[in-house]
C-alpha cells in the first residue's frame, strides 16, 4: 500500500503563508514523514515476490536447491517487510482522516472507492502470504508454487488501486459537484481516470527497480567479500536481471509520462522545466533553483525541453506566468520540483549506465561479472535505486502543489484547523522508529541464522528444511 496525499509538499516551502492554518505545516511534515518512510516497503511486496517465485520456479525446474533456498529465505523477508507494511499503511489510512477531513469530507465519496478495493486486496495479499509460507514442505511442490502467485497479482492490483487515488487527485474524473460537494461517482472513471495507466506502470517497473537492485545489492557485497558459490551468483544474478530489464523500460514509461504532463498538467511541466514566462525553445535546465522568479545556477541546454515535450524546438511551452497568480507555485516549491526531476532522471541514467556495464561484461565472459569495480557500484545500486523511487515521489507530489484535487481543492483547504498536530506527529515518528527498530533487529537475526546455517549443505528433496516425519514415525502406529 503507498499513501496518496500531497505529502511531500513540506519540503517544498520553508514557511507557510500568512493565510495558511496553522495545522498546515505540521500536517505536511507529517504527511512526508510516514508517506517517505512507507513507500519504500512498497517495491517488497510488488516486486520481491516476484523474485521469490523466479527462484521457487528455477528451482522446481532445474532442481536447483540452491535456488530453493532463496526462494524460502526471500519468502520469510517478504513476509516481515509485509507486516511492517501493514502497520505504517494503517497509520497512513488514519492520518487522511485526521489531518485532512477537507479532502475526505468534500470528495470522499471518490477518492475512498480506490481504498476500498486496495483493501480487497491487502487482505488476499495476507492471506496467500500465510500460505505460501506455511506450505513450505506441506503441499505438493508446484501447488505450493502456485499460491505464491497471487501473493504477486495482490500486490500489484494493491499498488494499483492506491496509485488510481493519486492518480485522480491529479486529474479528477467521474464525478459530478454541485456547491462544492459530490453528488454523482462513475466509480470506474474515478478508478481509471486519465492519468492512472501510465502512473500505475512507472509505480510497477519502479518497485522491480527498487526490489531488483537492493537485492542485487546484498549479494554483490556477500560476492565483494568472497563468497562467490552458485548461491550468491544467483541471488545476485536474479535481482539484477530484473532490474536491468526494468530500468530501460522506465524510461520509456517515464518520457511518456513527462509529455502527457506537459499536455494535461501546465502547472506542474512548468515547475519541473523552471520555466518562469511562457515560450518557444525552451532550453533543458540542470540543476539551479528559482529565486525572484527566474532560474538561477542551473546549466540550460538550449530548446532541449521544447524538443523534448513537442519533438519539436518551436513547440511552446506554458510558463509559470500562464497560471492565476492565486495558485501559482511559489518559487520554493518550483526549485523543490524541478532538483526532484533532476535527481530522478540523474540516479535513473547512473542506473542504466549500470546495466549496460553489466551486458558489456556478461558479452565478455557470459558469467557473473567478478570485477572488484562493478560489484562496488552494484553494491551501491539498491541505496541509488531508493533515492530515485522517492525523488520521484517528491516530483509528483509537490508538483501537484498548491493544490490537493487539482482544480478542486486547495491543500490549505483540505488541513484540519483543530489541534496541535505537532503532538501527533511527534506520537508517529515514535510509533515508526519501533517499527523500523523491530524489523532491522528481526532482518538481521534471520541474515546471521542463514550465516550460520550456511549455503551449501543442503539436501532435500523439495525445499530447504527435512520434510516433516510421516503421521505413522510420529504416532508409532497409533491412531
Given amino acids: 500500500m503507498v499513501s496518496t496525499h500531497s505529502a511531500y509538499g513540506v519540503l517544498a516551502q520553508a514557511v507557510t503563508s500568512a493565510g495558511d492554518p496553522s495545522q498546515l505545516l505540521p500536517a505536511r511534515e507529517q504527511m512526508a514523514f510516514t508517506l517517505g518512510f512507507h513507500i519504500i516497503l512498497v517495491p517488497f511486496g510488488v516486486a520481491l515476490t516476484t523474485l521469490m517465485l523466479i527462484a521457487n520456479y528455477r528451482g522446481l525446474r532445474h532442481g536447483d536447491q540452491q535456488a530453493m533456498l532463496l526462494a524460502l529465505r526471500w519468502s520469510k523477508m517478504a513476509a516481515v517487510l509485509f507486516a511492517v507494511g501493514a502497520v505504517t499503511g494503517t497509520v497512513l489510512s488514519f492520518e487522511l482522516g485526521l489531518l485532512w477531513p477537507g479532502l475526505m469530507g468534500k470528495y470522499g465519496a471518490a477518492f475512498g472507492f480506490p481504498f476500498a478495493i486496495e483493501g480487497i486486496f491487502f487482505f488476499l495479499e495476507a492471506i496467500f502470504v500465510s500460505i ?27 499498488t ?36 492512472f495507466w501510465l502512473e500505475a506502470l512507472h509505480m510497477f517497473v519502479a518497485a522491480y527497480i527498487v526490489a531488483g537492485f537492493v537485492v542485487a545489492g546484498v549479494y554483490a557485497v556477500g560476492m565483494l567479500r568472497g563468497r562467490r558459490n ?5 541471488g545476485f544474478l536474479i535481482g539484477f536481471l530484473v532490474a536491468g530489464v526494468a530500468v530501460p523500460i522506465q524510461y520509456i514509461v517515464g518520457d511518456t509520462i513527462a509529455r502527457q504532463v506537459y499536455d494535461r498538467e501546465p502547472a506542474k511541466f512548468a515547475a519541473l522545466e523552471m520555466l518562469p514566462k511562457t515560450a518557444t525553445h525552451v532550453p533543458e535546465t540542470l540543476l539551479g533553483v528559482m529565486l525572484d522568479g527566474r532560474p538561477r545556477y542551473g546549466l540550460s541546454i538550449p530548446s532541449t525541453a521544447s524538443l523534448l515535450a513537442g519533438f519539436r524546438p518551436s513547440t511552446r511551452i506554458k510558463g509559470l506566468d500562464a497560471i492565476a497568480p492565486t495558485v501559482r507555485p ?8 524541478h532538483l526532484a526531476f533532476d535527481v530522478m532522471v540523474g540516479t535513473a541514467s547512473v542506473l542504466l549506465l549500470l546495466v549496460l556495464w553489466f551486458a558489456f561484461l556478461w558479452w565478455r565472459r557470459r558469467e557473473v561479472p567478478s570485477n572488484r569495480w562493478f560489484l562496488r557500484c552494484a553494491a551501491v545500486s539498491g541505496l541509488l535505486a531508493v ?49 523500523a527498530s523491530g524489523a532491522l533487529l528481526v532482518a538481521r537475526t ?23 516425519p510421516d503421521r505413522e514415525s510420529v504416532t508409532g502406529g497409533r491412531p
Avoid: K
Fill in 160 to 195: 494499483a488501486s492506491v496509485v488510481a487515488a493519486n492518480s485522480w487527485m491529479n486529474q479528477p474524473d467521474g464525478i459530478t459537484v454541485r456547491a462544492g460537494r459530490i453528488v454523482d461517482v462513475s466509480p470506474g472513471r474515478v478508478f481509471f481516470n486519465g492519468a
Fill in 446 to 468: 534471520l541474515t546471521r541464522q542463514w550465516q550460520q546455517e550456511g549455503d551449501e549443505s543442503v539436501s532435500v528433496p523439495y525445499g530447504p528444511n527435512p520434510p516433516l
Fill in 330 to 337: 511559489d518559487d520554493s516549491t518550483v526549485t523543490v520540483v
Fill in 230 to 234: 552458485h548461491y550468491h551468483r544467483l
Fill in 132 to 158: 505460501y509460507i506455511y506450505g513450505w514442505q506441506r503441499l505438493p511442490p508446484w501447488v505450493h508454487f502456485w499460491t505464491g502467485v497471487p501473493v504477486v497479482v495482490s500486490g500489484l492490483g494493491g
Fill in 387 to 435: 533515492v530515485c523511487l522517492e525523488s520521484g515521489w517528491v516530483t509528483t507530489e509537490v508538483g501537484r502543489q498548491p493544490w490537493t484535487v487539482v482544480g478542486l481543492l486547495l491543500t490549505r483547504d483540505a488541513v484540519t484547523t483543530v489541534g496541535n498536530l505537532w503532538l501527533l506527529f511527534s506520537a508517529a515518528l515514535v510509533i515508526y522508529v519501533a517499527v
